[in-house]
């Protein structure tokens, strides 16, 4: 397996990869390309002014986008409006986007040149106390759901809270999301919940947008035992663009890569994958940081004019990745096979319609 030094550039150059951008770019074009997480605003379900920049992702070689549709204390209704509404764009546009049910609608956008949309849910709040919800979600084109958000709710401990593990009602959830078939997601998750999740789990399981504490002490952050008991699953690690979680508002393509290349030497090149949370509306993040201060402290590294790693930069994320060595195929796995991979081991279509 390759390995990055701790400075690229000061590797020898008999030991550099003549990898140039357009050798870069020209792997991008050959690959699948998937961001387990992005963000458009959620907390304006009527305001579409951003989804536009959803062209952003293909011109940057994107070809799957899974869009938060709710996060945190955001209640039944809130996600309900947000998916209509998202719904409601991407349909009016079926030439440019392909919403998913199944992995082949991946593979037809993928062949069509559109992007593949779905959707994600961050945190348990989103079903209340209604199991039932979860198939209604899937229906609706969500593929994956954390169990929580920051904070304890109903399912279990949040990574902020003092963390009481996996409740009763969690562990119902987690054998319904396995049932329709959506991913069990453990970013934002406490680490006793999570092991917890782990251990009652009997399909691959995934951090859809987390990032080694190796690297970065955080909260947020997941521990090397966890990356490997997550891998033990057969899920994987979707690598986090926030620069909080990469560590000193770090946005960097070479940042971003270092924590790609950590999990890769713990665990494997098949166990790593892309979840940027880039988010769009930028004034909305610091307008909820700022309300939400107390759940977000300064001394965790919350503040206004957080860094993130935007969809233009995979190209210079790979580029580094090929100058440190990485095989092509390793490359593409993290770019997005290895996503593909389990979410055809995990996904099962939504349910037909009744009507034709």
């Not at 198939?135 to 969500?142: A, E, P, R, S, T």
Request: aromatic fraction near 6%.
């Amino acid at each position: 397996m390759p390995h990055s030094d701790p400075d690229p550039e000061n590797l020898d150059d008999a030991t550099k990869s003549p990898a140039t951008p357009n050798s870069a770019r020209s792997l991008l074009r050959e690959s699948l390309v998937w961001d387990n997480h992005g963000c458009m605003p959620v907390q304006r379900p009527h305001d579409t002014s951003f989804l536009p920049q959803l062209s952003r992702y293909r011109d940057a070689g994107v070809d799957v986008v899974m869009l938060n549709a709710g996060f945190g204390d955001m209640g039944v209704e809130d996600h309900i409006r947000t998916l209509a509404s998202l719904r409601h764009w991407i349909k009016a546009r079926p030439s440019e986007y392909v919403l998913i049910e199944t992995v082949d609608d991946i593979k037809l956008a993928r062949a069509t040149e559109r992007l593949a949309v779905g959707f994600d849910i961050e945190g348990g709040n989103a079903i209340a106390d209604q199991i039932s919800l979860i198939q209604l979600y899937h229906d609706l084109g969500v593929r994956w759901m954390l169990l929580t958000y920051n904070s304890n709710n109903r399912l279990g401990g949040g990574c902020q809270d003092v963390d009481t593990g996996l409740t009763n009602f969690g562990r119902e959830v987690i054998a319904e999301m396995e049932r329709v078939g959506m991913l069990l997601c453990c970013s934002h998750t406490g680490h006793r919940t999570v092991r917890e999740a782990f251990a009652m789990a009997t399909k691959p399981v995934i951090f859809s947008h987390s990032n080694p504490s190796a690297l970065h002490a955080h909260p947020r952050n997941i521990p090397d035992d966890l990356i490997c008991a997550c891998a033990a699953t057969g899920g994987l690690v979707g690598i986090n663009g926030i620069g909080t979680f990469l560590g000193g508002t770090d946005n960097q393509s070479q940042t971003f890569a270092r924590h790609i290349d950590h999990i890769v030497q713990l665990v494997g090149p098949q166990h790593v994958a892309l979840g940027l949370d880039y988010v769009f509306d930028a004034g909305e993040l610091d307008d909820y940081l700022a309300r939400m201060a107390h759940a977000f402290p300064a001394e965790l590294g919350y503040h206004k004019g957080v860094r993130m790693v935007a969809p233009e930069q995979l190209e210079g994320i790979v580029l580094t990745l090929m100058n440190w060595g990485y095989q092509n195929e390793d490359i593409q796995a993290v770019l997005g096979g290895n996503l593909m991979r389990v979410a055809s081991q995990v996904w099962k279509p939504a349910r037909a319609s009744r009507c034709s």
